[in-house]
């Protein structure tokens, strides 16, 4: 596997948390129990992300602005995911910055795998893309644990 392998496969799981949270209604356990597990996807996977993958495209020059874009995503997805954690669950407030959300991770993902990582893909070996899915993957594991 290699590290867009892996990015890639976490990106699945946070669109079906993202399908399923809002096919949820209601202040109901259900509901609780997906925004938990979506949060610790996000959370977790800008973590893993920002340190076994951007952090190594920083030195490039023709990576360095689409890393910085990358990261001010991340801290636009931290915003809304405060804004959904304040909702109360059963209000529409909760539903429009679920929506908002949801819009803003499907955009951040489809960046990434549209053009990012084509021309991340251009900076590294094999071998490198292969290193770095190990210690994405390991550090994904640490964040789903800790969080």
């Keep these: 596997m290699n590290i867009f392998e892996a990015i890639r496969a976490d990106h699945d799981i946070q669109r079906e948390l993202l399908d399923k ?3 949820t209604s209601g202040d109901t356990k259900k509901r609780k129990d ?3 597990k ?3 996807e996000l959370k977790g996977h800008e973590t893993a992300e920002e340190r076994n993958f951007y952090k190594q495209l920083m030195d490039n020059d023709m990576m360095v602005e689409h890393t910085r874009h990358g990261i001010a995503e991340h801290h636009e997805i931290d915003e809304l995911i405060e804004k959904v954690e304040e909702a109360d669950m059963d209000s ?3 539903l429009a ?3 908002a959300l949801d819009h803003q991770v ?3 993902l489809e960046d990434e795998e549209k053009s990012f990582f084509q021309l991340a893909g ?3 070996s094999e071998a490198q893309k292969t290193t770095l ?3 994405y993957n390991k550090e994904m594991e640490a964040q789903r644990e800790a969080l």
Aim: zero cysteines.
């Design 21 to 23: 949270a809002l096919a």
């Design 34 to 36: 997906i925004w938990d």
């Design 38 to 40: 979506l949060k610790v």
């Design 92 to 94: 529409a407030a909760w």
């Design 97 to 99: 910055h679920m929506k």
């Design 106 to 108: 499907r955009h951040h």
């Design 122 to 124: 251009k900076v590294f």
């Design 133 to 135: 899915a190990k210690s």
